[in-house]
């Protein structure tokens, strides 16, 4: 079933556990994603990125996940990851988009002010929570662009002055790392919480080791951002299919496995964030 943000993240800050949000780029990385979450009956949020809806318009993608969403017997959340400006918002909504994300990290405080209040004016005209950004979470990839870290009182008037749904902040991780070496500053996180009432959100997810990842749940952070881990095991499957079977042309073929290892991906994600201990044996989402 299609959900928005705010029904599924309502109940994280008491009930410990998190959402993961995987940014997915097609019909066999979602259908996997939403497999996970129905095995052990828990919520989940499909977002597309930038790359994404470059690759497939948004009207197509977006349009595509909310059927396989509707389908779902599960909440799933079609989310607008990292929207740079109003247009690209806007045209979300207007596909049917059940959640949006405004980054305006890279601009100065005030004009990230003023450009988010606009944003969720529009949003929640509509009905639509929306996510922003305070602080940077930079790019592995990208010399220069590390990212800055979030400071607390900016966080806390920032929510206050703009009225988000929830708030992403920076506290240790950077996008598209490979490597489970990312380090939290839990001191940092603590002071955040303290201040900022909404739900928080974690970027950059992939690089955070398990055993730091197991303690979110127990944090304000309500939705943790997940990418690059379901690419490359999506990648990596493929890539053995194809010298393994060298003889095998059929993609629906070729995608089998691919599809198995992002549900497994997933799977444990859902399970370090503690999902399957709090849903698996309730039948709340079932059947309606």
Same mark, same amino acid.
């Given at each position: 079933? #299609? *959900?928005?943000?705010?029904? =599924? ?9 998190? +959402?993961?949000?995987? !940014? ?5 990385? *979602? ?33 595509? #996940? ?13 989310? #607008?990851? @990292? ?9 979300? +909504? ?5 959640? =949006? ?11 990230? =002010? ?60 950077? @996008? ?12 940092? +996180? ?10 928080? =959100?974690? @970027?950059?997810?992939? %690089? ?13 952070? %309500? ?11 999506? %990648? ?38 503690? #999902?399957? !201990? ?11």
């Amino acid at each position: 079933m #299609l *959900a928005k943000l705010n029904e =599924v993240l309502k109940d994280t800050l008491t009930h410990n556990y998190a +959402i993961p949000a995987f !940014n997915v780029f097609g019909y066999e990385d *979602a259908i996997a994603v939403i497999a996970a979450a129905e095995e052990i009956n828990a919520p989940v949020i499909l977002a597309t990125n930038k790359v994404a809806i470059e690759f497939i318009p948004i009207t197509i993608l977006g349009k595509m #996940l909310i059927g396989l969403a509707e389908e779902a017997s599960v909440p799933v959340v079609v989310h #607008l990851d @990292h929207g740079k400006d109003y247009q690209t918002v806007a045209q979300a +909504i207007d596909v049917g988009y059940s959640s =949006v994300m405004y980054d305006g990290s890279l601009l100065p405080f005030e004009e990230n =002010v003023r450009s988010t209040k606009k944003i969720v004016e529009l949003a929640h005209g509509f009905g639509i929570p929306v996510e922003a950004e305070i602080g940077s979470v930079g790019y592995s990839d990208q010399a220069g662009m590390k990212g800055a870290l979030t400071d607390p009182e900016e966080a806390a008037a920032f929510a206050k002055q703009t009225n988000v749904d929830a708030l992403a902040v920076a506290v240790g991780t950077v @996008h598209r790392m490979e490597q489970q070496v990312a380090s939290l500053q839990f001191d940092r +996180i603590e002071q955040i919480e303290s201040l900022v009432n909404v739900p928080l =959100v974690m @970027h950059g997810s992939t %690089g955070i080791p398990d055993d730091e990842l197991r303690k979110l749940p127990y944090t304000q952070f %309500g939705k943790v951002n997940i990418g690059t881990a379901i690419r490359m095991a999506f %990648g990596k499957a493929l890539k053995y299919e194809i010298v393994a079977n060298p003889d095998i042309f059929d993609r629906l073929k070729l995608f089998e496995a691919p599809i198995e290892a992002v549900k497994q991906e997933a799977l444990k994600k859902m399970r370090l964030l503690n #999902l399957e !201990n709090y849903f698996s044996d309730k039948l709340v989402f079932k059947n309606k």
